[in-house]
């Protein structure tokens, strides 16, 4: 048996994973990552790269033919397999080469393997190739497993073999006819993609699309999927499902059927810790680890949950900034040095309470950032909404001919600074860092007024913003 001790062992090399053992090499640690998949974790290679990939094409030709000049040179329909060709580049081909070659030259050992954790500070790896080695660490133990789809409880549907998100992503034929299960983020961009690649798509969903966000962005992306040929049904979810002659039909809550030649669940994610070892450390499997601000485990002083697997924030650009600052104040701990010490100060991961950004890749895109305005008052806000069409902006009408989007500021009216932003239209995923900053900077919109926007761009929305609420 190979046993081997490190500072730190970091399970799981996704995009998180990495960051965590990155920071804690750059911090002066040791550290090994196991994986037993691709290094690069989910979002390289089935969720966020290879999506954004197949959106892209589609997004590109609506937009040519939205302005006039440019919509005469456009003859064709979209060339599925060309971007299915571009989704395989953006992945690798699935290859993680490049991505151990990353990991080799930041002085971050691999392992490749299954790995669980067998006792305090210490993680045994089932290789590819029947062995086991035993990583002890002598300072932390961090779980960067991520999530999995979540499937749910209806009678036949695990029968039928219905597509994960992964499978969505990685597909190599198209169906002519999908149904898709969820109207959350997954669901409202895996149907606005496979409707441009010409799938005839029903999108059912129990309550309105992207329920977290302000309810005019779901109303707008609801539209859009209707106009590009999406059947949207509100209200329901399925009851049972079977095969027939090769479809899938699915029996609905109403009673109605729906009938496709394949099914997309996308209703949720579950933490990758089922077969974890989590109970050797008087944890339960299968269960979210709730940590605090130093991404540490709650209830085991040594091990760390960084990402998705402790449901703070399930995205990407969250996960990694959970991760230099726990890789941070890993290797602060264990030099001796307190949380203070380290870069990222004593407040460490705390724009993961009411600071997320996030963007959702529908045509048109949302993007929002903060409290929505439901949020802001249930958290007893007083606050007060600020709401701009953004096509009456001059930067959306060089932009498009038929520009349609919408925008508001969510403003806490007694500090005079923005709790919430969110944009909905063509590209404005873009504007969103700048909400972002002054969100979390809590810019006073006295300030703000000095932020002078180009002109003619969509940015213009700030100043709009500002002139409907006036001097504070």
């Known amino acids: 048996m190979d046993i ?23 911090g002066g640690l040791s550290a090994v990552i196991v994986e037993r998949e691709l290094v690069g974790g989910e979002c ?28 005469q040179a456009v003859t064709g329909e979209l060339d599925v397999a060309g971007v299915l060709r571009r989704r395989d580049r953006m992945t690798s081909g699935w290859d993680d080469a490049g991505q151990v070659q990353w990991l080799e030259g930041a002085g971050i050992e691999l392992v490749r393997g299954h790995g669980r954790l067998t006792g305090p500070k210490q993680v045994t790896v089932a290789t590819p190739d029947g062995g086991e080695v035993v990583l002890r660490a002598t300072h932390a133990v961090a779980v960067c497993t991520g999530t999995a789809s979540l499937l749910p409880d209806v009678p036949g549907l695990s029968e039928v073999a219905p597509w994960t998100s992964r499978d969505a992503t990685e597909v190599q034929q198209v169906p002519s006819s999908l149904v898709i299960v969820g109207g959350g983020v997954v669901g409202c961009e895996m149907a606005t993609a496979y409707a ?6 029903t999108l059912l969903s129990r309550g309105p699309l992207l329920p ?12 859009s999927l209707e106009s ?54 008087g944890l339960s499997p299968g269960s979210w680890i709730e940590v605090d601000d130093t991404l540490r485990s709650t ?18 650009h969250q996960g990694k900034y959970q991760a230099r600052a726990a890789g ?22 705390t724009a993961d309470h009411r600071h997320v950004p996030q963007v959702t890749f529908t045509d048109p895109e949302v993007a929002s950032v903060g409290l929505s305005e439901r949020e802001a008052l249930d958290a007893g ?34 500090r005079q600074v923005l709790v919430g932003a969110t944009f909905v239209g063509p590209d404005v995923a873009e504007l969103l860092h700048s909400a972002t900053i002054a969100v979390v900077g809590e810019v006073p919109l006295s300030r703000l007024w000095h932020a002078v926007p180009s002109y003619p761009t969509v940015s213009e929305v700030w100043l709009r913003w500002l002139e409907a609420y006036g001097r504070p």
């Open 4 to 26: 081997r001790e490190v500072d730190l062992v970091v399970i799981g090399a996704g995009p998180v994973g990495e960051n965590v053992a990155d920071r804690a090499v750059q």
């Open 44 to 71: 390289s290679y089935w969720a966020c790269m290879p999506s954004k990939a197949m959106l892209r094409g589609g997004a590109t030709l609506r937009a040519a033919r939205a302005v006039d000049g440019a919509r």
């Open 196 to 201: 441009g690649f010409g799938t005839a798509v």
């Open 212 to 223: 977290r966000n302000e309810a005019f962005a779901g109303e707008l992306v609801l539209e």
């Open 228 to 281: 590009l040929g999406v059947t949207v049904r509100l209200g329901v979810e399925p009851a049972s499902a079977r095969r027939v002659d090769g479809d899938v039909v699915i029996e609905l809550s109403d009673g109605s059927e729906v009938v496709a030649e394949q099914v997309l669940v996308a209703i949720g994610r579950v933490p990758r810790t089922e077969d974890l070892g989590l109970e050797r450390i």
């Open 299 to 316: 209830q085991v002083d040594w091990l760390y949950a960084v990402g998705d697997v402790n449901h703070r924030a399930l995205l990407t």
């Open 328 to 349: 941070d104040v890993i290797a602060a701990r264990a030099l001796g040095r307190t949380v203070d010490d380290a870069p990222w100060g004593a407040h460490v991961a």
């Open 381 to 414: 806000l007083r606050v007060r909404v600020l709401d701009h069409d953004l096509a009456a902006i001059a930067g959306a009408s060089t932009a498009s001919d038929d520009y349609r989007g919408r925008a508001r500021a969510v403003v806490d009216v007694d």
